[in-house]
């Protein structure tokens, strides 16, 4: 476990303060701040390298109203509009309210702690437009470097703040006692061990791994919501599953994202016979969508993303000029071959607006959560926003003294009731919560044998629970996870460890898909293809 700052923490019975699970934006952010701020006992825990997260391929950027020009027409309203349209009905408006109102508060922390976003030659913050977004208010960092560039930012305070950063420690799962998260089990190199802390915040991102099609790096196995989910603690939404409507259609995985703020700039879909069919500028569950249909109308693989007309492309998307040009295009030259593929994941761990969840000493934020400001379709360059105004919350209400959840955002949907406006929610029919880990070293199974089950299993969910879906094609994907899980076996490895991970996270995705008979934001049933008023509700998956 190389670069800890203080692996004896690992083995040591003092609790840390706070015990952050995983690198991206949500977590590092609560870590600056419980420790820089607060003084804190801090540990960062992570199965890479710190650098290593979902939020250092962000492209696009942060959506926040920062008011720096006075002639804007933009507000937090307006803002607060677009992320609540885009939710297809299912959105939390205090969430998105305490999103738009504080997130130009945390971008402006960032640039504090040394991010540098592009400004123009004024040197005023360039602001780009976006999919599902009425006005350009996307800040972003070297073009489509933007999470690379908050990365930097947060890994460099976080190195020089955390009173322990694990990493190539693998988190398994929750220790919980006395009805109180006090910490977790962890595979590192040094075999398993405890790690206690009077509070644990889960920031592991998302699940993308989920799908043979993806935008979403390696790590992103659902980490998290999989351990939740074997405590018992209430997860929701997790039917939406967010698909890009433009990865580079290619063999490789991940798929290279072409940034929504191209689609901002003018590039333009085509179909095979080169013609328009959607606007490109709708939320990206609606372009996907159109993009599918297109696709299974004229039996292609893929669509044409035209950025033949864009200005100094090069300029503005060097990074972007840089990875197409590796993959063997000619930017901005040709057309690039693009179609959906898996990106986000809308729902997960059920908070409150502060990021406590159902289990009191346990808080999530970002991805892996469901704070209720994405209902069932995240607005473009919402999540790294997200992440770090829920991260700092969560730091907040730890100081605070706050002890389990409140009946406030999306956990109204698992304490309170429907009567207050908010969304309400319903037991997902029949669940029931993943059994343990069976935990087995060494591998039962060698890690060649685990990837080739993952790369069926992935196969089988892209065909079973993409874009479109329906009960059979579910019912199919629900036998094959079965099958894989029993495949499977006991695990041994940190391989067998995040595919079991991703069997438990696809069968709740399946029986809430299932159970979801409407076709709503990015969950698309082509037996239900309506939406259905009296769908207006919150599956939460609890023991
Ligand atoms: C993009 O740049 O298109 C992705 C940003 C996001 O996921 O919001």
């Given at each position: 476990m190389p670069s800890s700052a203080n692996s004896a923490d690992l083995h040591s019975g003092e609790p840390l303060d706070l015990l952050v699970l995983g690198s991206g934006v949500a977590g590092l952010s609560a870590a600056v701040r419980a420790a820089r701020r607060h003084g804190l006992r801090v540990g960062v825990l992570t199965k890479g390298e710190l650098?290593?997260?979902?939020?250092?391929?962000?492209?696009?950027?942060?959506?926040?109203?920062?008011?720096?020009?006075?002639?804007?027409?933009?507000?937090?309203?307006?803002?607060?509009?677009?992320?609540?349209?885009?939710?297809?009905?299912?959105?939390?408006?205090?969430?998105v309210r305490v999103l738009v109102d504080e997130g130009p508060s945390r971008v402006n922390g960032l640039i504090a702690l040394g991010a540098t976003f592009d400004r123009d030659g004024e040197g005023k913050l360039e602001l780009a437009r976006e999919g599902g977004h009425?006005?350009?208010?996307?800040?972003?960092?070297?073009?489509?470097?933007?999470?690379?560039?908050?990365?930097?930012?947060?890994?460099?305070?976080?190195?020089?703040?955390?009173a322990a950063i694990f990493e190539h420690a693998f988190a398994t799962d929750l220790l919980v006692e006395a009805g109180r998260c006090r910490g977790v089990r962890a595979v590192t190199t040094d075999g398993v061990v405890d790690v206690a802390a009077r509070n644990v915040l889960l920031a592991t991102g998302g699940a993308g791994q989920l799908y043979s099609v993806t935008t979403n790096p390696v790590e992103a196995t659902g980490d998290g919501v999989a351990m939740a989910l074997r405590a018992g603690v209430a997860c929701a939404d997790v039917e939406f599953v967010q698909f890009h409507p433009t990865a580079v259609h290619r063999a490789t995985m991940p798929r290279l994202l072409l940034s929504e703020a191209l689609r901002g700039h003018g590039a333009k879909l085509r179909d095979a016979r080169g013609e328009?069919?959607?606007?490109?500028?709708?939320p990206r569950d609606q372009v996907?969508?159109?993009?599918?249909?297109?696709?299974?109308?004229?039996?292609?693989?893929?669509?044409?993303?035209?950025?033949?007309?864009?200005e100094a492309f090069d300029q503005r998307f060097p990074t972007l000029t840089r990875e197409l040009r590796a993959a063997g295009f000619d930017p901005p030259a040709e057309w690039v071959p693009v179609a959906p593929a898996a990106?986000?994941?809308?729902?997960?761990?059920?908070?409150?607006?502060?990021?406590?969840?159902?289990?009191?000493?346990?808080?999530?934020?970002?991805?892996?959560?469901?704070?209720?400001?994405?209902?069932?379709?995240?607005?473009?360059?919402?999540?790294?926003l997200e992440g770090m105004v829920f991260g700092w919350r969560v730091v907040e209400a730890i100081?605070?003294?706050?002890?389990?959840?409140?009946?406030t955002g999306a956990m109204r949907a698992v304490l309170g009731t429907a009567a207050d406006g908010a969304i309400g929610g319903r037991p997902l029919p029949g669940w029931t919560s993943p059994g343990a880990l069976a935990w087995t070293p060494p591998a039962a199974m060698a890690d060649a044998g685990v990837a080739d089950l993952l790369a069926r299993f992935q196969h089988g969910m892209t065909a079973g629970a993409g874009v479109l879906r329906s009960a059979d094609s579910l019912d199919e994907a629900a036998v094959l996870v079965d099958k894989v899980r029993g495949?499977?076996?006991?695990?041994?490895?940190?391989?067998?460890?995040?595919?079991?991970?991703?069997?438990?996270?696809?069968?709740?995705?399946?029986?809430?898909?299932?159970?979801?008979?409407?076709?709503?934001?990015?969950h698309t049933r082509s037996d239900h293809p309506d939406r259905r008023d009296e769908f207006c509700f919150r599956l939460v998956l609890s023991r």
């Open positions: 650098e290593q997260s979902t939020t250092r391929w962000a492209q696009g950027g942060v959506a926040a109203v920062l008011h720096a020009d006075p002639d804007s027409p933009d507000s937090t309203d307006l803002h607060l509009l677009d992320t609540l349209t885009a939710g297809a009905g299912l959105c939390d408006e205090d969430a009425t006005l350009p208010r996307i800040v972003h960092a070297g073009g489509t470097d933007t999470g690379a560039e908050i990365e930097r930012a947060l890994v460099d305070a976080v190195r020089a703040t955390a328009r069919f959607v606007d490109e500028l709708l996907s969508r159109a993009i599918t249909r297109r696709m299974l109308d004229d039996g292609t693989e893929h669509v044409w993303l035209d950025i033949t007309e864009l990106h986000y994941f809308c729902g997960g761990v059920v908070t409150d607006l502060d990021g406590a969840t159902s289990l009191p000493g346990l808080w999530a934020a970002g991805e892996v959560a469901c704070s209720g400001v994405h209902g069932a379709n995240r607005l473009a360059s919402n999540s790294l100081e605070a003294g706050q002890e389990g959840p409140s009946t495949e499977l076996g006991p695990v041994g490895s940190v391989a067998g460890v995040q595919l079991a991970n991703l069997l438990d996270v696809a069968t709740a995705v399946l029986a809430a898909a299932r159970a979801r008979e409407e076709s709503r934001g990015a």
